[in-house]
């Protein structure tokens, strides 16, 4: 099987977040089971928080009374909603390394190349999960990371905030993280859209797909 043979699926409009995780659940046992293709999905969910399995209640406020779902992912609460891609990745690390550090490292780097190629310069920071902007008390968080891997098969994955309503993720911490906000490209004034960070990341995605495996990517 090739890089070539996985499925993208881009949905419009706004897919249900139940819709979503038996769709990723089913892929991935058959990915495991039959040998099912590996999938990258790109979609939005209407407004909504996800429990990951380090969710603290203490840091769910919930003023609007959006429904919270359990994820089964990593992580503590994240908000998704309207303006927001998210990515979901069926990917098979058992022909892929199995190894999950390397994994999650070129998740991020993946991130970091695609809002490169809108014009955002992004980063990594210690100690703290997601991808950033900015620096010292201007910093703030544009990208979330957040993921299962399950008999060495990955589930659930990325979110960027593109445009959304940012006053939504008053309603937690965002993944246990007080000392920073969050921002999106408008409000950082960048104006290109969910359509230019799809190309972006798929541009992007053959160099994410050879981290993953350790190969030297090319210049």
């Not at 909603?81 to 999950?100: A, F, N, S, T, W």
């Not at 959304?164 to 906000?181: K, N, R, Y």
Request: net charge negative; hydrophobic share 40%; charged share 20%.
């Amino acid at each position: 099987m090739s890089d070539t043979d996985i499925e993208w699926r881009t949905s419009d409009g706004l897919v249900p977040y139940p819709d979503a995780l038996a769709f990723m659940e089913q892929r991935a046992a058959a990915i495991r089971d039959n040998g099912a293709p590996e999938c990258i999905w790109l979609l939005e969910h209407p407004p909504l928080f996800t429990a990951g399995t380090s969710a603290d209640p203490a840091e769910l406020f919930n003023p609007l009374g959006f429904p919270v779902f359990e994820a089964g992912r990593g992580g503590r609460y994240t908000y998704h909603g309207p303006g927001q891609r998210v990515g979901y990745l069926m990917l098979d690390l058992e022909r892929r390394g199995k190894d999950i550090r390397r994994f999650v490292h070129a998740l991020e780097g993946w991130m970091i190349a695609a809002l490169a190629e809108l014009g955002v310069s992004a980063h990594r920071s210690p100690g703290r999960i997601g991808i950033w902007v900015g620096e010292g008390p201007a910093e703030a968080k544009i990208a979330a990371i957040g993921v299962r891997v399950r008999r060495w098969v990955t589930l659930h994955g990325f979110s960027v905030n593109v445009q959304p309503d940012l006053s939504h993720f008053g309603g937690i911490v965002p993944c246990g993280i007080a000392t920073h906000g969050v921002t999106s490209l408008r409000a950082l004034g960048n104006g290109l859209g969910t359509a230019e960070l799809d190309q972006a990341l798929k541009r992007k995605c053959p160099d994410f797909l050879a981290e993953i495996v350790g190969k030297d990517i090319a210049p």
